[in-house]
């Protein structure tokens, strides 16, 4: 039978991995909440995994964002105006 003390040691092993990832994951511009979970499921793996992947800049991190939420980049509908492709108010 399991020792229940290795499995508390296991699950404290997870967690930590998970809040590992999480700041790992908002020190570079990722989403820490994604990587929290991602954590829990694959622990050190995860750790790994974070540390390998690249920064984001602050712009791509804003740009994923609206990108998520469906929204169009300011820059674009700016320049979609002056080509003539939408109205003023945003609309076809």
């Known amino acids: 039978m399991i020792d229940t003390t290795y499995i508390i040691y296991v699950i404290i092993g997870w967690v930590c991995s998970a809040c590992l990832c999480a700041y790992i994951a908002s020190q570079k511009n990722r989403d820490n909440i994604g990587w929290f979970f991602c954590g829990l499921v694959f622990g050190i793996f995860a ?46």
């Open 47 to 92: 750790v790994i995994a974070i540390v390998a992947v690249p920064s984001l800049s602050k712009e791509e991190r804003k740009q994923r964002e609206r990108d998520a939420m469906g929204e169009e980049d300011p820059e674009l509908e700016e320049w979609k105006r002056k080509m003539g492709t939408i109205g003023p108010q945003g609309g076809q």
